[in-house]
């Protein structure tokens, strides 16, 4: 049982463009959604993260958009640059005091010169 | 701050073998969980560690076990290695449980031959 899907597996944006990455969730014990990046040889790097009280949270140009009624989060990537180029994983946690996640499968990313 | 570490980083072990991976959280941190990460199946969790504690357990084998030290420092072993087994081996830490933003290592690249 998938708890969170995200989509796609892979994309390709050209320098400058915004880079769009969705995640569904099923399970509404879910309180707290963090976005990873991960480069090739090296363990994920938390990017950004959300609870589900705000909509949206941004940091430079990482952009998370919530919607708690539809259950789905997304990251958008503006001015996608090519260090962008990573995989990025979608991922929640519960309201269960455990700081267990649950992760997407993951998006490559390729951001082309 | 020094970040998560893990050793080794890289392992080659062939079947039946045991292994023991190592993971130093960050200062202060408290909390260490457990992933494994594979092409096919993701980022899975496998346990997570508090206080010496283990306070949450993945759908894992009971090959797989873990352990915490007094000084937060983690080991994972996995016994009878399979050829599944072949993963990278990630640690993250956090303050608590389900406190704070979770910190990951570069992880252990283990192959079982």
């Known amino acids: 049982q998938q708890q969170v899907k995200q989509s796609p597996q892979s994309l390709i944006v050209q320098k400058g463009g915004i880079s769009i990455i969705n995640c569904a969730y099923e399970?509404?014990?879910?309180?707290?959604f963090p976005w990873y990046q991960q480069f090739p040889g090296k363990g994920p790097a938390l990017l950004i993260a959300?609870?589900?009280?705000?909509s949206e949270k941004k940091e430079g140009r990482f952009t998370i958009s919530f919607n708690k009624s539809a259950k789905q989060f997304s990251l958008h990537i503006m001015d996608s640059q090519p260090g962008d180029s990573a995989t990025y994983f979608c991922?929640?946690?519960?309201?269960?005091?455990?700081?267990?996640?649950?992760f997407g499968k993951g998006t490559m990313l390729l951001v082309s010169p | 701050k020094a970040g998560v570490t893990q050793t080794p980083r890289y392992l080659i072990k062939t079947r039946g073998q045991q292994v023991t991976l190592s993971c130093s959280p960050i200062?202060?941190?408290?909390?260490v969980s457990w992933y494994q990460q594979t092409p096919g199946q993701g980022l899975q969790f496998l346990f997570e560690?508090?206080?010496?504690?283990?306070?949450n357990k993945g759908n894992f084998p009971g090959r797989f076990s873990g352990r915490q030290f007094s000084n937060s420092r983690s080991e994972m072993n996995v016994s009878t290695l399979e050829l599944g087994d072949s993963a990278l081996y990630l640690c993250?830490?956090?303050?608590?449980?389900?406190?704070?933003?979770?910190?990951f290592g570069p992880g252990t690249r283990l192959t079982v031959l």
């Open positions: 993250a830490s956090s303050l608590g449980p389900a406190e704070g933003e979770q910190f």
């Open positions: 399970n509404t014990a879910f309180d707290y």
């Open positions: 959300i609870r589900p009280d705000v």
């Open positions: 991922a929640a946690r519960q309201d269960s005091g455990y700081s267990t996640l649950t």
């Open positions: 200062s202060g941190h408290r909390s």
């Open positions: 560690y508090f206080s010496e504690t283990q306070r």
